[in-house]
């Protein structure tokens, strides 16, 4: 698949990595430098068992946040309104921006998957549009 980001306030991150041979390695995010936001919020989505299972389903009023699959992989649906794509998370250090007002979703979890999401705020339920129909009313109210 290719991951090429052609919907609207959305790109890929690339963390460096820093190789320690047979060791392991570090990546790492600092705010404005590799993250375009002040990071407010660190949670992660793990233990999808269930194979079936579609997350997000919801865009963002004012919330920024990264994604990325720190273990196994998931697809994330992206949609502005125009232009809709999936892409495929699979390398920790590779992550997507999710800017303001972008449809999006999380699907076909590997049962091994870890989502770490970066956000620029804390949790506020009156951030969400969480249906579509209203989504595409509010991207368009000029
Ligand atoms: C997003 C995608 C990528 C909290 O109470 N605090 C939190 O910080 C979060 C993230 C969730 N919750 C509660 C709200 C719901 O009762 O956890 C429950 C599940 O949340 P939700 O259905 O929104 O989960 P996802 O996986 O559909 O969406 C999450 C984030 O909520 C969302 O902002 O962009 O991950």
């Not at 233990?47 to 389903?57: M, P, S, T, W, Y």
């Not at 990325?68 to 232009?83: A, K, R």
């Not at 770490?116 to 509010?138: H, M, P, T």
Request: aromatic residues 10%; contains cysteine; glycine residues 8%.
């Amino acid at each position: 698949m290719d991951n090429k980001i052609i919907v609207k306030n959305s790109k890929l991150i690339e963390l460096p990595k820093i190789e320690d041979g047979i060791d392991g390695t570090i990546s790492v995010a600092e705010n404005f430098n590799h993250i375009p936001f002040a990071i407010k919020r660190v949670y992660y989505i793990y233990d999808l068992l269930n194979q079936q299972a579609v997350r997000g389903k919801h865009a963002h009023k004012k919330l920024e946040q990264v994604l990325f699959c720190i273990n196994g992989l998931c697809e994330i649906g992206l949609d502005d309104g125009s232009n809709r794509q999936h892409i495929v998370l699979e390398k920790p250090n590779i992550g997507v921006y999710l800017g303001v007002e972008l449809w999006h979703t999380m699907d076909r979890f590997s049962r091994n998957c870890i989502l770490l999401v970066l956000a620029s705020d804390v949790y506020k339920e009156g951030d969400y549009i969480r249906n579509y129909e209203e989504f595409i009313k509010y991207i368009k109210r000029g």
